[in-house]
């Protein structure tokens, strides 16, 4: 009896711990291939999966600060699905940028500056 309180117990302790480390796991992943996409320059094409990839990973942060795992790690699971799909997005909208003659963006660091002239932007 002891020996199956003993196993039932351990069983529950390995258990209470996949949680974190799903979800860290998945943090990690998505922050990789969110780095990755900055790197290669991705994101210059492809400004609104790296945007929503950003939103998902600070949630997914955000609630596996407050040990809402599961949900943490879908969260992760979905940034890192939108910054891995850049690499077949991102191609794709760079030819049709250049078909229509316009010219690469140029925001410091990949980051979205808005437009001269718009609310938020220089005048």
Not at 65 to 93: H, I, Y
């Amino acid at each position: 009896m002891r020996k199956v309180v003993l196993g039932l117990g351990l069983a529950a302790f390995c258990c209470a711990g996949c949680g974190p480390i799903q979800a860290s796991s998945a943090i990690k992943r998505a922050d990789d291939a969110l780095h990755e996409s900055r790197a290669r320059g991705w994101d210059k094409d492809c400004p609104y999966e790296i945007t929503a990839a950003d939103g998902y990973l600070a949630a997914a942060r955000d609630l596996a600060g407050q040990a809402d795992f599961e949900a943490a790690r879908e969260f992760a699971d979905k940034a890192a699905q939108l910054a891995a799909s850049t690499r077949e997005v991102a191609p794709r909208n760079a030819k049709a940028r250049e078909s229509r003659g316009h010219p690469a963006p140029k925001t410091p660091a990949g980051r979205g500056a808005p437009p001269a002239g718009t609310p938020g932007g220089r005048r």
